[in-house]
């Protein structure tokens, strides 16, 4: 009889768990399990969202979870409408439920370690992006992030290792470099230091703080003359930012 009740259950079509009869969401990653009609609410909630109307997506979503608290995309939904309301320990709240729901749900754990990052919780958001490397060791928005919730509490070794992966990965994320020469900076490898700051300055766009550091390691260097023209940019870029 159970092994008969266990065939006909379908695998997840995201990640091959095998759900619990009944389930609605699967208890792996969270993906929906039943025809997407059935859950006519999550539908009318992402509806008012596309179009704009943010409260009622809110409203929607708040009463599908009070008749069905353990649904997870709605859980993960709602947090997120909580997050951009700015209201970080509610969206807290929903991320941590949808993880627990879903323990491999990456895409709740990143949101959770954002939110707890956002709230000043390093400790928390080192934990939440820990485990979305656990689930995908190549996410590569993770290691960026986990990057900084080490390099806020002071871990540098190991967040250049991490900001080194996410560049690896993710070529693009130019302020990496600006992270990773403020910790050759501290070291005081000064080249090291001044290659990152420079790098970070490679799309054509002057960014104050990398050309302050500059300025500090060309005067360190001994030339003034090359510190006065990076401040000089700093400054306009400065100007510029605050007459936009």
Known sequence: MTHEHQTSVARCERCGHLPAAAAKFCAECGN???DAWLDHRLLLAVAHQQEGRTREAQQELERLLASEPENVPANHELGTYYFHLGMLERAIEC???ATRLAPK???AHYDLGVAFYHRG???E???SFRRCLDIDANYNAAHY???LALFHQGMLEEALSHFERAMLLTPEYLMAHYHM???HERRGELDLAAREFEKSLDDGIDEASSLYHLALI????????GADELLRRAREFGTARVAR
Do not use: S
Request: charged share 40%; hydrophobic share 40%.
């Open 145 to 147: 992030r986990l990057a």
């Open 32 to 34: 929906f399990l039943r």
């Open 121 to 123: 919780n390093m400790r």
């Open 218 to 225: 060309r005067r360190q260097k001994g030339d003034d003359k």
């Open 105 to 107: 749900f990456i895409l």
């Open 95 to 97: 991320y941590a439920r």
């Open 181 to 183: 020469g403020v910790i």
């Open 125 to 127: 958001a080192e934990t």
